[in-house]
């Protein structure tokens, strides 16, 4: 069992996070990457965090997956920091025998950390204006269908 | 007495100018609620960012926690917006 | 909107597929990769297909993800000869600007493909035995799931 | 008479020894069903990997069918196990 868990401000390399899943010989693997949309004339997009709790927090969420699907693997990569339109900001990448286990748990990971993962987005556009992105309804709401049994 | 490090982030920490501060200790049945209305009651930015609590979220020695739960021994609070991480 | 199926023998690179799909600009990427499982002195994994309904089977099934989830990019690359533990067999790609369409379409994709596309695995071990790998009920079941509302 | 153009794959091409063959064109109303037993009564390795329809799937055409669909028109038939992409 292996589980990788990084906040960091430079790129990371999506092969590289692919290849370490491959090689755990599951069989199956399945990945998300979100990257920055370049809507609206967006500038930039600073991502701030608090440190000491995402680490916290990312472990607590890669126990919840195990503890949820037979997994050989999970790597995530989580960027903070100032970004900009078409930049990779986050990676979740899971590894396992069975398919359904890699791509369920994939998308409970990446609807986790949209919700629960403390990470705050602030958009600046080309015109000087300055926002804090709210919280969509949305990712409240993916977060509990996945409501956990465990403590 | 060790105090309660206090966090801000996002729009929470523009709004009152600092990342944090530490207080003295609270009472221990003292709720997160009720600590955020007595900052907000500085007025300024305290008031700007914390008057409207329904939109903050807390954590409490680094974990989510609702409004209302008391602060206790804990060491740490953080205030700040619903993430909007990945 | 971006369309790319090869069925082909050598391998293929799932960071360029990945760059592919970043570079569409919709902020969500998803993938899964299949590799070969290394299980029971398996020395080589033979896959046969049928070319000509592959091509056609491949993109029926890219239109029917975009009918139902709003894609922004497709990439499918499935590997057909003789290939070995540890290799690479399949790449499912999807991109949109949800990241709910492209994990959803994705799982759709990869096991539409599974129980579907018209490939057939032989495995051939270290002691000599050769054998056809039968179809699960598994894969039928998980194609199901996904009834397609469709002509 | 164009003929009909039958495929075999994976062990129903290896049972029978060859990956397909053209034959006379059947009635236009006889059903894949009725032509895979019309082939596997030539015997020998036809037998052996025809003689169990229900381990057989068809596509017409190029595309998936039901055993009991008719032939009709159709040039190419291809009869395989379930396919295990993926």
Same mark, same amino acid.
């Given at each position: 069992?292996?589980?990788?868990?990084?906040? %960091?401000?430079?790129?990371?390399?999506?092969?590289?996070?692919?290849?370490?899943?491959?090689?755990?010989?599951?069989?199956?693997?399945?990945?998300?990457?979100?990257? !920055? %949309?370049?809507?609206?004339?967006?500038?930039?997009?600073?991502?701030?965090?608090?440190?000491?709790?995402?680490?916290?927090?990312?472990?607590?969420?890669?126990?919840?997956?195990?503890?949820?699907?037979?997994?050989? #693997?999970?790597?995530? !990569?989580?960027?903070?920091?100032?970004?900009? @339109?078409?930049?990779?900001?986050?990676?979740?990448?899971?590894?396992? %025998?069975?398919?359904?286990?890699?791509?369920?748990?994939?998308?409970?990971?990446?609807?986790?950390?949209?919700?629960?993962?403390?990470?705050?987005?602030?958009?600046?556009?080309?015109?000087?204006?300055?926002?804090? !992105?709210?919280?969509?309804?949305?990712?409240?709401?993916?977060?509990?269908?996945?409501?956990?049994?465990?403590? | 007495?060790?105090?309660?490090?206090?966090?801000?982030?996002?729009? /929470? &920490?523009?709004?009152?100018? &600092?990342?944090?501060?530490?207080?003295?200790?609270?009472?221990?049945?003292?709720?997160?609620?009720?600590?955020?209305?007595?900052?907000?009651?500085?007025?300024? #930015?305290?008031?700007?960012?914390?008057?409207? @609590?329904?939109?903050?979220?807390?954590?409490?020695?680094? %974990?989510? !926690?609702?409004?209302?739960? /008391?602060?206790?021994?804990?060491?740490?609070?953080?205030?700040?917006?619903?993430?909007?991480?990945?």
């Amino acid at each position: 069992m292996s589980i990788t868990a990084s906040v %960091r401000t430079d790129d990371f390399d999506a092969a590289v996070e692919l290849s370490a899943l491959e090689a755990l010989g599951g069989g199956a693997v399945a990945s998300f990457t979100g990257i !920055v %949309r370049g809507e609206g004339d967006l500038l930039t997009l600073h991502l701030d965090h608090y440190p000491a709790m995402t680490q916290m927090q990312v472990e607590r969420i890669a126990a919840d997956a195990m503890a949820r699907w037979p997994l050989l #693997g999970i790597r995530i !990569v989580h960027r903070v920091g100032t970004l900009r @339109p078409g930049d990779r900001i986050v990676f979740v990448g899971t590894a396992s %025998r069975h398919r359904k286990a890699a791509l369920e748990s994939c998308a409970f990971l990446i609807d986790w950390l949209k919700s629960h993962a403390p990470f705050w987005k602030k958009e600046s556009f080309a015109d000087g204006r300055e926002s804090w !992105v709210e919280a969509k309804a949305e990712d409240d709401a993916k977060a509990s269908e996945w409501l956990s049994p465990t403590p | 007495m060790a105090g309660l490090d206090i966090l801000y982030f996002a729009w /929470v &920490r523009d709004g009152i100018g &600092r990342d944090g501060e530490r207080i003295d200790t609270p009472a221990r049945d003292t709720s997160i609620a009720a600590l955020i209305e007595s900052l907000a009651a500085r007025g300024g #930015g305290y008031a700007q960012a914390l008057g409207q @609590p329904t939109r903050l979220r807390a954590a409490l020695d680094q %974990r989510f !926690v609702p409004l209302d739960t /008391v602060i206790g021994d804990a060491r740490e609070l953080a205030l700040f917006p619903p993430v909007t991480g990945g």
